[in-house]
C-alpha cells in the first residue's frame, strides 16, 4: 500500500529522527551583506545562541564563486535551530515534540522574517520527516524488514524468495502528487549508519524512511501557514502507508 487512510496517530516510540521545515524565497541580497542583527532581536528570547558560517557553493558556468553566509540561531538547549540564508529560512529539530508545538515554534521567527525583510512570496514551502528505524529499539530483533514495511517501501525486500542476507543494502526514491499542488519525494532505505564523522559504524540495520512534502509556485507569504498544515496532513496518509500493523503496535500507539 503506497497510502493509507489510517488516521493520524501519535506514536509514544516513533521513529522519527529530525523534522525540518524550510521555505525558500527570491534572493534577498541584503541577507548575504549585513548580518541581521535587528532580525536576532526579534527572536533572540526563543533562540539566543548565534553562529554565522560561511559556505561556499559551487559556483554556476560563467559566474564567480561566491560566499554565503549562513546565520544559524538556536535554543539555549540546542534542540532547536532556525537557519537563514539570502534564499530560505528553515526550522528544524531533533527533538520533535509533536506537530502542533513544532507550529507554534516557527509561528516567531516566521512572521518576524517576513516583517523584517517583507519577501516578494516564497518560491517553495517544504515540510521533511526524518524517519530511522531501529529494531533493537522496538524490541523486535530479529523480524524481518518484510513483516514491518509495506511492499511498495521495499523494492527487492518485499520478494519471498530473497534472503535478507542476498540484499544487505537498499535504497529507493519516487514521488507521489499528493494533491493538485503538494508533492510527497519518498526516499527509503536500510543500511548500517555512520553517526559522525571518525567515529565507528554503527553496526545495527536500520531503515529509513525520508518523507519530503513540498509546494512550489509563487506563494504568498500569508499562504505559510495553511501549506504547512496541508504539507503536514499528507505525512500521515504517506507513513501510515508504509508501516504494517506489526510495527504500529512496536510504537506504542496512544
Not at 516567531?108 to 512570496?121: D, H, M
Not at 542476507?165 to 526516499?187: H, Y
Request: overall charge negative; some cysteine.
Amino acid at each position: 500500500m503506497l497510502l493509507s487512510q489510517h488516521p493520524r496517530t501519535h506514536y509514544a516510540k516513533a521513529p522519527v529522527h529530525e523534522v525540518i521545515c524550510q521555505l525558500r524565497f527570491p534572493t534577498i541580497l541584503s541577507i548575504n551583506q549585513a548580518d541581521p542583527a535587528e532580525f536576532q532581536d526579534r527572536i533572540r528570547a526563543v533562540l539566543p545562541q548565534y553562529v554565522k558560517r560561511e559556505e561556499h557553493p559551487a559556483p554556476k558556468p560563467g559566474q564567480n564563486a561566491e560566499t554565503v553566509n549562513n546565520y544559524h540561531f538556536l535554543s539555549a538547549d540546542g534542540k532547536w535551530k532556525l537557519n537563514l540564508t539570502r534564499d530560505f529560512i528553515a526550522l528544524s529539530t531533533q527533538a520533535y515534540p509533536g506537530w502542533e508545538d513544532f507550529a507554534r515554534m516557527l509561528d516567531k521567527p516566521l512572521a518576524e522574517f517576513i516583517q523584517a525583510y517583507q519577501p516578494a512570496y516564497f518560491q517553495r514551502i517544504g515540510l521533511r520527516y526524518v524517519n530511522i528505524v531501529s529494531r533493537k529499539k522496538l524490541d523486535l530483533e530479529g523480524t524481518p524488514w518484510s513483516e514491518l514495511f509495506t511492499p511498495a517501501y521495499l523494492g527487492p525486500l518485499a520478494e519471498p524468495d530473497i534472503a535478507p542476507e542476498q540484499v544487505p543494502a537498499f535504497t529507493a526514491e519516487f514521488s507521489v502528487k499528493m494533491d493538485s499542488s503538494s508533492t510527497a519525494k519518498v526516499k527509503t532505505g536500510t543500511g548500517r549508519l555512520q553517526a559522525r564523522p571518525g567515529t565507528p559504524q554503527d553496526p545495527e540495520e536500520k531503515y529509513i524512511l525520508d518523507l519530503d512534502l513540498s509546494m512550489g509556485g509563487n506563494l504568498p507569504c500569508t499562504f505559510a501557514a495553511g501549506a504547512l498544515e496541508t504539507l503536514h496532513g499528507h505525512a500521515a496518509p504517506v507513513f501510515e502507508g508504509a508501516v504494517t500493523d506489526t510495527l504500529r503496535r512496536a510504537m506504542d500507539p496512544q
